[in-house]
């Protein structure tokens, strides 16, 4: 597709549930972010991707928060025992090299609730 | 490590009228600088960047932002808002010698008749 693609685009979850986010990335983009926007606040950084290897994943919350890009395309966020504090929208991002300063470009994010 | 400060959280502004969103930034070193803006249940879209160069940069649909390495700004302005610029804006700053960006909390823009 034109732009980068999520899905669910909404999930509601049990407290304690295991959740996947997909993300579709720009066609050829090399890096691919993970972000988490708690309601009124601006996007937090999660990890980045650059092909399949995973370079930086120092914004995962915690050990349940597990993210994979195995072929360099597709990127899954996994969340483990989701915790009401995990309510938020989740963008992924991608952008065509791994140069500081190139255009990245947004999905429409997964919103998750956590019941 | 770089922070941004957006220091309006709600801005109403009459249609027509001129609209500046503040925004500021913290870092030791040089960074790069954007604004993103998410209509509606939209994602996000890059409005304008700071890379180099010009210290005045402008969109498309009439925005431009200065960048002031004194003041450590990057504020965005706009000489007549219509009803369509209401949105949620988003100030970022990355590194230039990094990859992820760093949003401020956002300024929700209400444009009204």
């Known amino acids: 597709g034109a732009g980068v693609s999520q899905s669910p685009r909404y999930k509601v979850a049990k407290r304690g549930q295991d959740v996947a986010l997909r993300c579709d990335p720009i066609?050829?983009?090399?890096?691919l972010f993970w972000y988490q926007q708690a309601l009124g606040q601006g996007p937090e950084f999660l990890t980045y991707f650059q092909n399949e290897a995973q370079l930086d994943k120092s914004g995962l919350p915690s050990d349940r928060f597990f993210a994979e890009r195995p072929e360099g395309s597709v990127s899954t966020l996994k969340i483990q025992r989701t915790q009401q504090e995990d309510s938020a929208v989740y963008l992924c991002?991608?952008?065509?090299?791994?140069?500081?300063?190139?255009?990245?470009?947004f999905g429409e994010g997964s919103w998750l609730t956590v019941v | 490590a770089q922070s941004v400060t957006q220091l309006d959280s709600q801005v109403p502004v009459f249609e027509e009228a001129p609209v500046e969103l503040r925004c500021n930034y913290s870092s030791s070193v040089s960074v790069y600088l954007f604004w993103y803006v998410q209509y509606p249940n939209q994602g996000l879209q890059l409005l304008l960047k700071?890379?180099?160069?010009?210290?005045l940069v402008k969109s498309i649909n009439g925005f431009e932002a200065e960048f002031n390495k004194s003041q450590t700004s990057f504020h965005l302005r706009k000489p007549s808002v219509h009803i369509s610029d209401t949105a949620e804006y988003f100030c970022?700053?990355?590194?230039?010698?990094?990859?992820?960006?760093?949003f401020g909390k956002g300024t929700s823009l209400l444009v009204t008749p």
């Open positions: 970022a700053v990355s590194l230039n010698s990094g990859y992820a960006l760093n």
């Open positions: 991002a991608s952008s065509f090299s791994d140069s500081s300063g190139n255009t990245i470009y």
């Open positions: 700071y890379l180099s160069g010009s210290t």
């Open positions: 066609s050829g983009h090399v890096s």
